[in-house]
Each structure stands twice: as C-alpha cells, then as structure tokens.
C-alpha cells in the first residue's frame, strides 16, 4: 500500500448543517477547505433523513386533511385520494434532492473541495479516507492519508436502538418513518419526543391510525405542559392514541407487521401495526471514526467536550453541532459553525447565544426560545409572565385557527425579555422575532412600542409585551 | 402612497430608551454612546444626566 | 327642546382601531372615558369592513383553490364547489362579529361608557351626540350636549367616490366588494391599490373573472417594481386581467350588470361586468360633523394637523388614525391611541416610530417597514442591501411556496437596519422581527448573530443579515 500522504489546510468531517456551513464560512475567511462526507449526498441528517423531508411529508399531510374537509368556510369536496408514492416522489425530487444539490453547488461555488468517502482519525493530525458510497474514487484500498493543520469534526449523530427493537423491514428509524412505501394502516410510534411526534401527526393527517408510546408521563416534555396539552388535544382529535408511561417492551416481526409489546405498571399489552417506528432520541456519532486514537476529550455521555469557540482539548481540532452538548438542532450547527471557521480564521467569534429557539412542527406549531417560566422559577429567577391567546388575533380568526397563545418571561425588576413560548398558528415564524428579543436582550417595552402590523399572526406577541409593561390592549 | 419610514440618524437608541430619555428630560442627541454600533442605553441617559463620562463600551 | 348639558372627562370620537384603543388606554391611566360611535357596532371600518372581513374572503380564497388542486403532494380531488353564502356567513357571524363583541366587551370590563350617536362639534369644549342606528336610547331630539375635558377624534375615513361612478348596486365600494351576495362572473376593480388588489386576489381564487383598471403604470404602487412582479405574475395566472394606465371614465348600470368605459391614451373600451369596485383611494371623515365650529386646523388634504403627541391646535383636541398625517393602518391608528391617551394622563408619550410597517394580502403576501431602496436613494442615504430568495430556503420549498424574496436596507457606514422588504411565504408574519430592527435600530450584525431556527421561513432574513455584513451563506 503506497503511503501517499497529502497535506490540506482546513478538513472538515461531515457535511450536514454543521460541516457544509463552517466549509462555506472558513473558504469566505480565506481557508482552503476540504469536506469529507461518506454519504452519496451533502447535507446530512438535515437535509436528507430530517428537518427536510419531515416539513415535506407534514405539508402534504395538512394538504390532504384541507382537500378533505374546507366546509366551514362554505366550500364542498368530495373524495379526496392520495396517491402517496407520488407524495414521497415529489418530497424526494422536488425538495430534499433541491436542497441538498444546492448546497453541493454552495459548496463547488465557495471551491470547498469535496471527497466522498468515509474518514478515520489516525492521530491528532491525520486521518484516512475510506472508499464509501456509489461514487468511489480513490482505488487505493487502504485509504488515502490526510495530513490536517485544522480539522473540524461535524459527524452528527445517528437512531438509538433499543432492546427488543432491533430495526429492519418493520421496525424502523425515522429515516425508515420518513420513506415508508405506503400510508400505514396501523404505525405504532415509540418515543413521543419532536421527531416522533411530528411524524405521528403527519401520518395520521395522512390516513394512519397513530398510536403513540412514551415513557414519561407527557409527550414532547422538553416544552411546557400547557402548550402541549392543545397539541395533544389535536392530536386525539385526529384520532393519534397516546400512550404515556409505557415501557417498550419488545417486537415480533410478522409476515406483513408487527407486534408490539409495551408495559404500564409492569402490565403488558401487545398491539399489531404495519409498522413501528422507534424516535426515542439519539446518540452522537463520536465512537465509529477513531476518535479514541486521538486525544481529543469526550464526556461520558459521548460528546466532545469543547470551549466557547468550539475547539476541543487538541488545539487544531474543533467540533460542532450533535455532537457538542446543547440541543441537537440544525440551527445551533449552522452557528457553531460560523464560530468555529472565525476561530480557525482567527477572529475573536464565540457561542456566546443567549437562546436557542427550538420549533415542533405539530398542530398548532410549538416554538420556545430562551427560559421557560419553569425554568426560571427552577433557576430562581423572578420573572414576569405574560399570555396573550391566539382567540384575541383577528387573523388567526380569519384564518380558523385561533387556537394557542404566546407567552413572554420577563426579568421581574428590568423587564429584560428573557425567554417566550408560542404555541399557534405560524409559530415557527414568530418564533424568530423572540429570538432576536432574547438574544438581543430586549426589554418588553421595546417590543411594547414596536409597531406590529394588523392583522398579522405577530400581534400577540406585542399583546403580550403591552400585559409586561401593565398595559393589556386586547385582553 | 405615504412614506412608512424615516431614517433617523441623529442618534440611536431603543423604543424604551427613547421614552426614557423623554421622561428624565435628556437630549438624546446629546448623549454619548456606549453600544458598539452607537447604541445609546438607558445608563448612557444617567450618566449623561449625572455629568459622568459614558460608560465605556465593552 | 331640554339644554342638558353633561359634562364628560375625556370623550372620543369614534370606536374603530384609534378609538377604541385609545378607550381602553385612556381608561388604563385612570381617565374616565366615553366613546360615541354611530355605526351599531364597534370596531370602527377595520373590524367591520376593513381589514378583517377582508382577511376572512382572501381564506376561503386560499382554501377554494387547495381544495381544487393538491397535486404536486399527490393528492387526487374532485370538484371543489364553494356556497358562497356560507362562506359569508362564516366571515360575519364566525370572524366580523366575534372580533367586534370582542371590543365591545374591552370596552365594558374596562368601564368604558359607550354611547350609539352621531357626534357633532359645537365648539372647542362641546358636542353634540344625535341618535343614530337602531340601538337608539336619546330620545330628545336635537341630541344630547357634551362638554368634555378632553377631546379624541378618531373618526376615521370613508371610500372616495369618483366622477362617472356613483355608488350604487352594481357600482359598490369596498363595503359593497366585501359583502357580495354571490362571487361574480366578471368583476371590475377600478384602483389596484392594495384593498383593491387584496379583493381581486380573493374573488379571483374564489372562481370571478377580475379586471382590473390602474391609472398609474404599477398595480400596488407603494411596494417596489420587485416585489410587485411577483404579484402580478401570479394574479394573471389566477386568470386576473390587470389594466395599467387605465382611466375609469363611466359607467352604466344595466339590469343585471354594469357598463364600464375606461379609457388608456384617450382611446375608450367599454366591458360589461356583473359588479364594478371602486377603490381609488379614502378620505379622512373631517368634514361631517362640525370640526369647522372649533379652532382645529387641518392641512389642504383634509387632514387634521397634530403634533408629536397628537394634541390638535387646540389644547385639549386630540387626534389619530387615518384622519392625520402617515399611512392609513390600522396598526398605525393603534399607536397614536395609545400615545394620545399617555398625553392626556401627563405622560410623555410620543409618535416617535421609525418604521409603520405596511403589508398587502396578496399571493405571495407583501410586507415591508422603514425605507426602501428606492427611498434610500431619493433621500440621498448611502445603503447597502441584500437580497435572499425563499428558493434557497428549506422551509418555503417544503410548502411548494418558495416565490418571492427578503430584502434588508442597512446604513451603510454603520450598518444600522433602516428597512427591510418582504414578498413571500408568511411575509405578514415575518414583517414584525424586521420591525423590531427597524425601530429597535438593531445593525445587520444584531440579526445575523442571532439564531433564527431551522427549517422556518424566518431564516432568509438571517441569510439577508449574512449577506451585509459580508458572509452570505445559503448563497
Ligand atoms: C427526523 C428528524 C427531524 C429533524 N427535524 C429537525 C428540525 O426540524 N429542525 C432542526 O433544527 N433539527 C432537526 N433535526 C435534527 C438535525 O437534523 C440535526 O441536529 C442536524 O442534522 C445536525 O447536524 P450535524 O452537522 O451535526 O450532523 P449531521 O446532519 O448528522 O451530519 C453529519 C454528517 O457527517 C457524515 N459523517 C459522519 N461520520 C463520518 C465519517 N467518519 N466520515 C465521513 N462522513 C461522516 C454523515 O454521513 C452526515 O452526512 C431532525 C432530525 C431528525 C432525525
Ligand atoms: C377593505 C379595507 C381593508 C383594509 N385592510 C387593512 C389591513 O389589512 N391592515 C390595516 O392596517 N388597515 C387596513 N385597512 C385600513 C383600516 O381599516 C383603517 O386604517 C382603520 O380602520 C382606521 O382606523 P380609525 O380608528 O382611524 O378609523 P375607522 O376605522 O374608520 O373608524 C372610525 C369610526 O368612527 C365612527 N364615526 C365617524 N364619524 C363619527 C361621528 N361623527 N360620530 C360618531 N361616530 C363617528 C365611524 O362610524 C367609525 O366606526 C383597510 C381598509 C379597508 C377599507
């Protein structure tokens, strides 16, 4: 084997929201970059297995329930049929094979050099190249040698599986969950987190009889319980079962399904689905690429300990996105990585964000940024909070669906906006001006005096700030 | 059609404290910045008021 | 007829957005407020033949048209048909009315003395009230005297009425374009300003062939060329047919229609139609009921002349909304009522907003707040913008909605955010964080630094931010 070793300036492992942005920061601060990507497409989970193509099947879902019922606005249909192959042809083609040879052309565009294949720390300055994929093109059977003055470790993260669910034909990741060849008749969900849930409401917009199963007592726990209770509502109203505190027990593969077995209280049930999809969370991928040759530092959780800039115990080796702590989201990636290539560029950049928002794509959205009025009454902070309904938004009327509010955590003696919550209609959009509030660290009565237009789904939120500074409008 | 916006470049400086400022009297054309950007903050206003050099940006 | 004279502490004019706001504010800081309104409901032109049921016809627009056609998710329907008294029924009784009992109940939890009549100025200090509508409760004939301590006139605008076109049962304003008792097979709108361009919109996804007649060269002339062409091309494939340079000449009511005669370089068409809109324009409501009795001055355009507080030239009249000076919005009638009833109760409010945003419901929806481009260069400001599609964005291609753009206005010395601009998906939403930069004068890099989620129609905005301060990304 011919020990051919090629140096390169700035190497990037991964090209989901993490790699292929700090790849597109660092050649734009002047870097020569190189991605390592083992799969045959660019962006990631991301793009390819996540965010996307799950905003894809949710859309056709609500396009489906909307073709079958409009009545209350005076509008008859008839049957409406979908024909789901074309859905999940149009899902793959017109929108994650979009993004992803976008951000290939980003990426030729910013003359990021790309190698398809799969990398392997050797130490803490070099690494090998295997071979993957259908796009082979190094020959050289015992990978090519890279020699790195930085590298940036965006490898992601993959499905946990659990005990008794070992994946196959039906039982699945979401990756599975999201390129099924038919609209289940039965699908079984286990783990109600934002992946599962987002794909429960989905497939049953869709014609599936969803049956959730989660542990603990309440699903998507990560945002608050009064937000959560109309997303459940509408939920069950869709006909999804939700089963809390059930304990996946094991699986039994059938001809055409499968059994599932899950306990509550130590008593089992077992019910039959086409199949069951197992989003009980993630694991960072950090132990299938040598890293242990290296003597970059891991908690024991399995992630890569870092600093403010994203740098790990090894000084030219940096790491992003799911595979440092905080929440395992595609926008926290996309910034760690802008940090990350100013570092490496030598600028003085830091994940010095206040607040992360977080989305759920369920019905109605559920978006939150900042503390929670939990979180602060945990942390003793005093606070202010205020909540503004959705009922009291003529657009969110003239829409039907006024369903939801927004809710604002202010800084009880500076009135500081510290964190907001909305549940409701287009709060995937509206989220975004809380970020800027909280990371910006507005007051509420800045929010109070900024003129929202009418009628728009934003209003509430400066409802909300008029309640902060003692003065409700329309409530 | 109306125009919707101005474009105020005499000083800058937030909804709230621009109410302050209006209410403890002050200029604020007069105050001196502390913000990176040439944000003028609330203590800017009190340091103005008080004779006190801005505090310093940071 | 009895001279009793009551005295009031502070009376307004009017309960619609300026009004009653100003009512519930007033009220906040302590005033004991009445409020005289002739109409028998509440919430003045916006909530009742305005900005709501508007809102509430573009809907089922929207919805008529999805139920027709889902085919790009897969999705076979068959035919659609729409009841179109049904769907005005919803828009009256399930959308108009509940908006409007809405603020007639603010007005009462807020002890708010609502009194149904007609109010007509004697002088600087003293009205009149006359009955007025069917709630009547004055009986003495020659109305009832109020001399008042403070005086708030809100008493809003009215649809401008033009030569050839006498208002009439086929010739109808925009109350009259709202309130049609069937959708019309052909449809004249004379005026594409944005009330007539939002209607044509609507009425056109609602199943009428829609014509409509322009005097000037743009339809929807307050927003630029840019983002106009996106509206135009997609009207004219909802089959609209827009006339620019157009001047309305006549019109003809026929037994079950109407002739209108326009005429574009002298040269006259005529076109038959069922109904034919006017909506060229409105004028402030300062000539109707006695302001010429007291000392307020108005400007040659009817307007009534405020200061930064909205006190008139005489002492204790105030004035807001759409009979001062700026934008006819609702949003923008808010805020004066919220600052004249801090002026009343010795606070020091004042109109200091840099940006009104303005937004237009059309396909896709229209936004913008601050300066524009256009403006920049007229004022001789020195700008940098930048410009992100909705095509490079995840989010508007998983809703098969990526027309359109984000455009930012910064200064271009300090980077400070003057405007910004909005066609696209959500732009009615996504309007607001822009408004926050604008009036909070937030700089480019406030917004580029701060996380907007992914996959969220909110992010080109952050793109846009990348772009001025020189690290484009998805670009
Ligand atoms: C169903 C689902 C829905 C989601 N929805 C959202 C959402 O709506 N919003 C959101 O913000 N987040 C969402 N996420 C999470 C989001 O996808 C991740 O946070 C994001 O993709 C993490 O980015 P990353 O760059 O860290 O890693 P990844 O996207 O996981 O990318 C890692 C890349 O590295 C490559 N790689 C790994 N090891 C090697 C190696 N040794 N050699 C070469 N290449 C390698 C992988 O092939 C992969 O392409 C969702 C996730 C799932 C599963
Ligand atoms: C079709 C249409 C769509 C619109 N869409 C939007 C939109 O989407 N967004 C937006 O911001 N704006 C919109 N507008 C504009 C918005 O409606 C006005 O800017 C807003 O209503 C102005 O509020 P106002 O309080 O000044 O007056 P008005 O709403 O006009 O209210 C004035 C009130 O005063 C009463 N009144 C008048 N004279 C007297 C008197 N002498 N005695 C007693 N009562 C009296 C009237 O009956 C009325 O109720 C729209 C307008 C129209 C026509």
Same mark, same amino acid.
């Given at each position: ?36 990507? %083992? ?28 073709? %079958? ?197 130590? %008593? ?208 | ?58």
């Amino acid at each position: 084997m011919a020990e051919n070793v090629i140096e390169k300036d700035t190497v990037i492992i991964g090209s989901g929201p993490g790699g292929y942005v700090a790849a597109i920061r660092a050649s734009e601060l002047g870097q020569s970059v190189t991605v390592i990507e %083992k799969s045959d497409t660019v962006g990631g989970v991301c793009l390819n297995v996540g965010c996307v193509p799950s905003k894809a099947l949710i859309t056709a879902g609500h396009r489906l329930q909307q073709a %079958k019922d409009s009545s209350t606005y005076g509008i008859t249909t008839s049957d409406a049929v979908i024909d789901f192959a074309k859905t999940q042809a149009w899902k793959d083609e017109k929108v994650v094979a979009r993004m992803t040879s976008g951000v290939e052309m980003l990426l030729k565009k910013h003359h990021v050099e790309l190698i398809n294949g799969e990398a392997y720390l050797d130490n803490d300055s070099q690494l090998r190249v295997m071979p993957s994929g259908p796009r082979q093109f190094m020959d050289n059977g015992g990978g090519q040698t890279i020699k790195f003055k930085n590298l940036i470790l965006a490898t992601g993260s993959r499905p946990i599986e659990i005990r008794g669910f070992k994946f196959g034909e039906r039982v699945i990741d979401s990756t599975g969950g999201l390129n099924l060849p038919e609209v289940p008749k039965e699908f079984v969900i286990i783990g109600g987190g934002y992946v599962g849930t987002e794909l429960a409401g989905a497939y049953a917009d869709l014609g599936a009889h969803v049956t959730i199963l989660e542990g603990s007592p309440q699903i998507i726990p990560n945002f608050e319980k009064d937000m959560v209770s109309i997303v459940k509502k509408n939920l069950e109203k869709k006909g999804v079962t939700i089963i809390t505190n059930a304990m996946a027990k094991n699986s039994e593969e059938t001809d055409n399904g499968v059994k599932v077995t899950y306990e509550i209280d130590s %008593k089992p049930t077992t019910i039959e689905a086409d199949y069951c999809m197992v989003t009980v969370g993630r694991r960072p991928n950090t132990d299938n690429f040598g890293l242990e040759m290296t003597s970059v530092k891991t908690t024991d959780r399995g992630l890569v300990e870092v600093d403010k800039q994203g740098r790990t115990s090894v000084d030219n080796i940096w790491a992003i996105g799911d595979i440092v702590a905080g929440p395992a989201l595609a926008h926290k990636a996309f910034f760690e990585a802008k940090t990350v290539a100013g570092a490496i560029s030598g600028k003085n950049t830091e994940n010095d964000y206040i607040g992360v928002p977080a989305v759920c794509f369920t019905d109605p959205e559920l978006a939150t940024v900042g503390i929670t009025q939990t979180e602060a009454k945990d942390k003793g902070i005093e606070v202010n909070v205020a909540k503004f309904p959705f009922a009291g938004n003529a657009r969110a009327v003239s829409l039907d669906a006024a369903e939801g509010f927004v809710k604002l955590i202010a800084d009880k003696e500076t009135g500081t906006l510290l964190g907001g919550q909305i549940v409701g209609p287009g709060a995937s959009d509206l989220i975004s001006e809380l970020s800027v509030a909280v990371n910006c660290q507005l007051n509420a009565e800045d929010i109070a005096l900024t003129i929202h237009p009418h009628p728009t789904l934003g209003e509430p939120i400066q409802e909300a700030a008029d309640i902060l500074i003692g003065y409700p409008t329309h409530i | 059609a109306e125009a919707t916006g101005s474009a105020n470049k005499d000083y800058l400086a937030m909804p709230s404290v621009r109410q302050y400022a209006r209410d403890q009297g002050v200029d604020l054309s007069l105050v001196t910045p502390s913000g990176k950007h040439g944000q003028i903050s609330k203590a800017d206003v009190d340091s103005y008021k008080s004779g006190a050099p801005a505090a310093s940006a940071h």
